[in-house]
């Protein structure tokens, strides 16, 4: 099997001293899997943007050199995405079709962008990546092969896993997406200041499912905003895009001389715009306390499409979510002072936010920090001990995260 220097666009995996990296093809992961003596759990790495994409004296199983097909299937319009593909790529692919996928604010991430959810500016009206799955193909931790379609196995638990819980369970080589129109979206970009929060989420949670709002709170008073349109809302300002493979950055990264390494916590929640109102000056005084500039809140909103699926059907519990915040701790790459400052601060910031987002949005796993296991009851809820149960059948040795 090919094994090659691992290069992850997340500097903290980067800078992991992994042992490193393992590129399996479809027909060899069975056999890894079932043998595997080293060190546990594996790292899987889809697209390399998240923080554990790699880790300390581990193993990460790079699919993206073996498993990037991306192949379109014209007789009912779907696509075939590799475990190693990447969202943006699978966009191109789909621009000669006239067709399009329900990506995120970035065209970066991999497959694991659509294993744990997938919601992007057009969830509102198309529903979440993993609402779109067809089929699903991959290799349990313990090394036994799965193909599972939703036309025959939508009902069986191991298909509800796989949609929201898959990176602690297998590792999907490939998966067949439904595709949508490719239609032009309107574009509204400004900054505005971070006392109208409640305003912007109280007439975002009035408007129409084809209308999407995410904000940034980074600047301590200062939000950017990114309003998307289905449709020409006829306002002026408006930047018209040909699809998601041109939406614009919520925020552009500043260029800065210094490394830096982050961890995200993305949260849900439900419509409560009032209830933001209430807790702005808690908001605006963690705001205000950031520990490094680069610590931010940000959120984008579900609802709509997102709704309509029972929660029973995925494992993606919080079907009433209307807000996803995450927030992001930055620090300087190996400043632990600094680091154990900014993992305070995103759990103060968190308990701030609780009341209103009381569920967990699980899209970067970190099986490395005390809140772990918070996170796995906040995001799975009573479909967790069912998960736990599946986890023990098929990747009993832990080849893959705990769960
Ligand atoms: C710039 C940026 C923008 C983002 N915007 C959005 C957004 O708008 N909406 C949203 O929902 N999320 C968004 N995310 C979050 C992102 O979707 C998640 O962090 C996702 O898990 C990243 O997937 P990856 O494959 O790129 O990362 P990786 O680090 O490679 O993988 C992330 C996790 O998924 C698992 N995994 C990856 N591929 C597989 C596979 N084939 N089989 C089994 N497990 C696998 C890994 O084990 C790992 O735990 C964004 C992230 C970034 C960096």
Not at 101 to 125: C, D, K
Request: glycine share 10%; with cysteine; net charge negative.
């Amino acid at each position: 099997m090919d094994q090659a220097p691992l290069a992850l666009s997340n500097a903290q995996a980067q800078d992991a001293a992994s042992v490193g990296g393992m590129c399996p093809s479809q027909a060899e992961l069975p056999d890894l899997l079932k043998g595997w003596t080293g060190p546990r759990p594996l790292r899987v790495c889809g697209g390399g943007t998240s923080s554990r994409a790699a880790a300390h004296n581990q193993w990460t199983l790079d699919l993206r050199p073996q498993l990037n097909r991306i192949a379109w299937q014209s007789s009912d319009q779907s696509v075939w995405v590799g475990g190693g593909c990447r969202m943006g790529d699978v966009l191109q692919a789909l621009l000669p079709h006239g067709r399009s996928i329900s990506t995120g604010l970035s065209g970066l991430p991999g497959l694991g962008y659509v294993l744990t959810g997938g919601m992007g500016p057009r969830s509102r009206a198309l529903g979440l990546a993993i609402d779109h799955l067809l089929e699903i193909r991959g290799v349990w931790g313990n090394g036994e092969e799965f193909w599972l379609q939703r036309q025959h196995d939508g009902d069986a638990a191991e298909w509800r896993a796989l949609c929201g819980a898959a990176p602690f369970l297998a590792v999907v080589t490939e998966v067949r997406l439904l595709t949508h129109p490719l239609i032009p979206l309107w574009v509204e970009q400004c900054r505005a200041s971070s006392d109208a929060l409640p305003d912007w989420m109280n007439e975002a949670e009035a408007s129409d499912p084809s209308i999407s709002l995410q904000w940034h709170w980074g600047d301590a008073d200062q939000l950017d905003i990114l309003r998307v349109y289905d449709q020409d809302p006829g306002l002026g300002g408006m930047q018209c895009i040909d699809g998601l493979h041109q939406l614009p950055a919520l925020v552009v990264p500043r260029p800065g001389a210094q490394r830096m390494h982050f961890e995200v916590v993305g949260l849900l929640g439900p419509a409560r715009a009032a209830d933001w109102n209430e807790c702005m000056p808690l908001l605006r005084d963690c705001m205000r306390r950031r520990p490094h500039p680069s610590c931010s809140l940000s959120c984008q909103q579900l609802g709509g499409a997102t709704s309509l699926v029972p929660a029973g059907l995925t494992s993606f519990h919080h079907r009433d979510a209307v807000w996803k915040p995450w927030i992001t701790a930055g620090w300087v790459a190996g400043d632990l002072a600094m680091r154990q400052r900014s993992l305070r601060w995103l759990e103060e910031l968190w308990s701030v936010l609780q009341p209103l987002c009381p569920g967990v949005h699980l899209a970067q796993l970190h099986d490395h920090l005390p809140f772990h296991q918070r996170e796995l009851e906040q995001a799975f809820g009573e479909s967790l001990p069912g998960l736990k149960a599946l986890k023990k059948k098929v990747d009993p040795a832990g080849n893959l995260p705990p769960l």
